[in-house]
Structures are given as structure tokens and as C-alpha cells.
Nanobody, 113 residues
């Protein structure tokens, strides 16, 4: 069972920043499309950002200009830098290799107003 392990979630005030990390000891993340999803209470899981190469990234309209997805191939790690956080960003955030159907366990992000 391939594991994607997320870290970096927590509680932050509105306007603050957090950086999420995702790594794996079983697969090389740089070989695959990687993505961050989130699921808020009572809502469907939604795509937040995805990355193919360092220059080829995509973002949900709701996070454009505030979130940045990146990868560090030497550390086999995917990041999601989240700035100017809003209460509506509160959700469980999941790292995923969607073409492989691999998912992390999720990390909680809570933004207080």
C-alpha cells in the first residue's frame, strides 16, 4: 500500500499562512501529476491545485493568487503554500496522485475569523 503522508496543517487566523507538505517513501512523486484537494464539512471534495512540472500548474479560482503548489524533487516532496488564508479555506486537505488513485490521510486546516 503506497502511502502519501501530509503534514503542516493547523489553526491559523484569517490573513495568515500555512505550508502543507506531502511525501512518500514508496514512489517518486516527480514522476506523476500531483494534486491537493480539500473537503469542507458538508461539502464535496474539490481540487485545489495540481502540478505536472514546475511551470505547469493549475489552481481553483478560489485560491488563485493566494496558494502556490510546488515540488522539491530532491526531497521527494510536494508543497502547498497557502497565504492570505480565509475562514472559507477551512477544510481537510488531501495530497493525491490522481492518476494512480493514491491519497494521503488528510491534514486539517482551520482558519479563524
Amino acid at each position: 500500500q503506497v502511502q502519501l503522508v501530509e503534514s503542516g496543517g493547523g489553526l491559523v487566523q484569517a490573513g495568515g499562512s500555512l505550508r502543507l507538505s506531502c511525501t512518500s517513501s514508496e514512489i517518486s512523486l516527480n514522476m506523476w501529476v500531483m494534486a491537493w484537494y480539500r473537503q469542507a464539512p458538508g461539502k464535496q471534495r474539490e481540487l485545489v491545485a495540481s502540478i505536472i512540472t514546475g511551470a505547469n500548474t493549475n489552481y481553483a479560482d478560489s485560491v488563485k493568487g493566494r496558494f502556490t503548489i510546488s515540488r522539491d524533487n530532491a526531497k521527494n516532496t510536494i508543497y502547498l503554500q497557502m497565504n492570505s488564508l480565509k475562514p472559507e479555506d477551512t477544510a481537510v486537505y488531501y495530497c493525491a496522485a490522481p492518476t494512480l488513485s493514491y491519497w494521503g490521510q488528510g491534514t486539517q486546516v482551520t482558519v479563524s475569523s
